[in-house]
Nanobody, 115 residues
Framework: QVPLVESGGGLVQPGGSLRLSCAAS????????MNWYRQTPGKQRELVAT???????TYTDSVKGRFTISRDNAKNTAYLQMNNLKLEDTAIYYC?????????WGQGTQVTVSS
């Protein structure tokens, strides 16, 4: 059973919005810090946003003011609201759950920003 499953990716025009979801199963979701990463071909995976189990959030500079990470512990789901998308946001987005030495990854969802 895959602990994390992402959804919500797709094709959007510049300036558009998408909301990614990361549904967790088989783990105690509320104790995990949740992260969204992204990766483009030939580049290292980049940490985009983090929400701790306490609800604190951090963002990489390039998405500050445009992306919002959130979580709903009752639904075992983390979200990434992406607004004012830019061409350079095109990537595969991965959900990651971290607790001490336990780390789980989703399979990724493609986000393509194109006119």
């Amino acid at each position: 059973q895959v602990p994390l499953v992402e959804s919500g990716g797709g094709l959007v025009q510049p300036g558009g919005s998408l909301r990614l979801s990361c549904a967790a199963s088989g783990i105690i979701f509320s104790i995990y810090d949740m992260n969204w990463y992204r990766q483009t071909p030939g580049k290292q995976r980049e940490l985009v946003a983090t929400i701790t189990r306490g609800g604190a959030t951090t963002y990489t500079d390039s998405v500050k003011g445009r992306f919002t990470i959130s979580r709903d512990n009752a639904k075992n789901t983390a979200y990434l609201q992406m607004n004012n998308l830019k061409l350079e946001d095109t990537a595969i987005y991965y959900c990651n759950a971290n607790f001490v030495q336990n780390s789980h990854w989703g399979q990724g969802t493609q986000v393509t920003v194109s006119s």
